[in-house]
């Protein structure tokens, strides 16, 4: 602080301002004051970190330090889950999930279909799960509100060996009517992939190759490879299950405008 000059460190978080002015012979001291505001990063921003101490779950924040996507996967009950949000200008943010996951027979939840016996089916689940957290000092952190289940994530450096790749894709399956595949790119060389097609949800953290290539062995003893084009933004791969036929994707990042009819 100098004069009335309010001159910032750098470093993202939370500015408190007090102000205090005593009072002299001539004037009675001004009552305190109290202001704050939230710093945040320029640029995109990554995380990787964990629902309590078991799921991986990955988020991606962009460059208008506003917009995110957290995705991941609950083992215990084979679900995926994407959360789209919003930053408060305190940094704090509540948002619903789309949540995955499948069932053998019976109804399922995609509007009250029926599943033939011993056929899976991949639906959006009813049930919902509300996200509330907050992003303070490169730390995404907060609860799973119905399950009462705290996550936590830690950003990445801005820079690193994938830095030119990192970010958030989605991919559509091809050749089918249904399935997308969500990615985000560490820029260390992490890579978090949930896929969703329409038999299963697979989820796992991998390692990018130096060719920007990907191989991660998921949940549901399922395959995930890919590839991402730095130049094109796009990522492709494919899906193998043993017993079923292998499932495409194609997309691209979250940056890139789609431009297909």
Known sequence: ???????????????????????????????????????????????????????????????????????????????????NFQLNADGTFTAPATTFGSTTTGIISDGGSLAAPGTPRVAALTGPLTFQGTVVNGVLSGTIVELGLPFNANGQAPSGPTAGVAGYYQAASTNTTTGNTYSIVGTDGRVYVLAVTPTIVAADAGTLTAANTFDVQASQNATITGSINQSTTTVTGTITVPGQAPTNFTGLANTTTWTDR
């Open 1 to 83: 602080m100098s004069g009335s000059t309010l001159t910032l460190t750098g470093a993202s978080g939370t500015v408190v301002l007090n102000a205090s002015q005593a009072g002299n012979a001539v004037y009675a001291a001004a009552p305190d004051g109290s202001r704050s505001f939230v710093v945040n990063p320029a640029g995109r921003q990554v995380f990787f970190g964990s629902t309590g101490a078991r799921d991986t779950i990955a988020a991606n924040i962009g460059a208008d330090s506003r917009s995110g996507t957290i995705i991941g996967y609950l083992a215990g009950t084979s679900q995926g889950f994407v959360v």
